[in-house]
């Protein structure tokens, strides 16, 4: 039987409430399955760390610290970038072949928005053309929803939609009772949503308040969609179906969606990847690390007087 290929996790882009979520949900499915898994690794921050050859060992790491990425806030646990993998620039591509082959990695995920889809999309096109026996799979993360084919059945919602959805719906309930007793001689309230040219968000934000005693007006450059050839879809079915807590359960089809390709032996072991560096705020939560015992008091040293 063929020896598991390795697998390397990464994110970029902006964070979501549940971007580290659905980095849990992939780790923990490939823990899962040993018999196609293999050792895992996590990119530190995004194609950057591929780059850079900068691997955390996250197969090293207690289950019980993996877990706890499902209420860890942020993007700070494996990090994340804004780098993007340019065809103009062929060194770049001939560096992650050269990593991936290293490490023998057979299963690259990347976490992330319309880029980060870019950029796996681009190393599975390079996997074909080098003949490497590689599967990129790209793990949708963006709160603009439009991650996903114009019918909507791929991708229902992204992770992450669904809480921005919530968020701004209750805020701006809270905005409207407090407007209505604001000065007369400041009627309008405008409030700016994030979601690039998107109008998933604004419309959940307005849904709530749509009775005439709220005239909320959501405004977007064009029709709410995730191309632009593709029909207008109203968001308000997204924001009552999305929630956080399925992200984790979709990332583990994506990885387990992976593994149906077959996975080959290498003759090369991999260089050891470094142990996993956390940030001070990361993990916080975490009780089963060892305390080290305070300092011992010491004199303080002699010091000379001149005259």
């Not at 020896?3 to 990464?10: E, L, Q």
């Not at 090293?60 to 942020?74: D, M, S, V």
């Amino acid at each position: 039987m063929a020896r598991p290929r390795n697998v390397v996790v990464a994110q970029s882009g902006g964070p979501s409430p549940v971007i580290n979520n659905s980095i849990r949900g992939v780790v923990e499915t490939c823990f899962a399955m040993p018999g196609r898994f293999g050792r895992v690794y996590a990119a530190w921050h995004g194609i950057e760390g591929v780059l850079k050859e900068d691997l955390l060992d996250l197969s090293a790491q207690p289950r019980e610290e993996i877990a706890l990425l499902r209420t860890t806030p942020a993007a700070g646990a494996i990090g994340t970038c804004r780098y993007k993998l340019k065809d103009s620039q062929a060194e770049d591509f001939e560096r992650v072949v050269e990593v991936l082959k290293a490490h023998e990695v057979g299963y690259f995920f990347y976490t992330g928005g319309n880029d980060s889809m870019d950029t796996a999309h681009k190393i599975a096109r390079l996997a074909a053309d080098r003949g490497l026996d590689l599967v990129a799979t790209g793990v949708p993360k963006t709160i603009d929803n439009d991650v996903g084919d114009s019918e909507f059945r791929l991708i229902d919602h992204t992770p992450g939609y669904g809480s921005v959805a919530r968020y701004w719906a209750l805020a701006v309930q809270t905005a409207n009772e407090e407007n209505l007793g604001s000065s007369p001689a400041d009627p309008v309230l405008v409030m700016q949503a994030m979601g690039r040219k998107i109008g998933f968000i604004p419309a959940a934000a307005a849904w709530p308040t749509r009775p005439a005693n709220c005239p909320c007006t959501s405004t977007w450059p064009r029709p709410a969609s995730r191309s632009s050839n593709s029909p207008t879809r109203s968001a308000t079915n997204s924001a009552a179906k999305a929630g956080a807590s399925s992200s984790s359960a979709r990332a583990s089809a994506w990885a387990a969606s992976a593994s149906a390709a077959t996975p080959s032996a290498t003759s090369s072991s991999p260089p050891p990847a470094r142990p996993w560096r956390r940030s001070s705020s990361t993990f916080s939560m975490r009780r089963d690390c060892p305390s080290a015992a305070p300092p011992a008091p010491t004199s303080p040293a002699p010091t000379s007087a001149t005259t």
